[in-house]
């Protein structure tokens, strides 16, 4: 069973974000499924690396998006980007330093509660702004 489902409520009515966050979803129960099952340490370190990588690409996408358009929250919406980055990427250092313990329910439940929230909460803000200059 997925550690997430994608639903009507995450979406930010920007089609290119909207599977940009469905492609995060799909990492985060990879990852899970992965913890669940006992996958080797290298599995899953190239799991949680590959969610790090999109996840830092996704973000630069939105970035990219916010400055063209002078979204007004730019920097706000970025400083959240930048501490789950933060976060993130200490949590793949210690994993690949040897502290696998790092992957427990607890980080991934982080993980999902902070994306769900990210998402119907700092996102949904921005499907307004970004429709009204023919970003859809």
């Known amino acids: 069973m997925p550690l ?37 340490k290298e599995a899953l370190g190239g799991i949680l690396d590959s969610l790090v990588a999109y996840t830092k690409s996704h973000f630069t996408h939105e970035e990219e998006h916010f400055a063209r358009l002078g979204y007004p929250d730019r920097d706000a919406h970025k400083a959240e980007h930048d501490a789950l980055a933060s976060q993130v990427l200490d949590v ?42 023919g970003v859809a």
Do not use: C
Not at 11 to 24: M, N, P, R, T, Y
């Open 4 to 40: 997430m489902v994608w639903n009507d409520k995450l979406s930010v009515g920007i089609a290119q974000f909207d599977e940009e966050h469905k492609q995060l979803v799909a990492l985060i129960n990879e990852l899970f499924d992965a913890v669940q099952a006992g996958r080797s």
């Open 92 to 133: 793949q250092r210690k994993y690949h330093a040897g502290a696998t313990a790092m992957l427990s329910m607890e980080v991934m439940n982080f993980l999902k509660n902070w994306l769900i929230k990210h998402i119907q909460g700092t996102d949904k803000k921005y499907g307004p702004f970004l429709k009204e200059r």
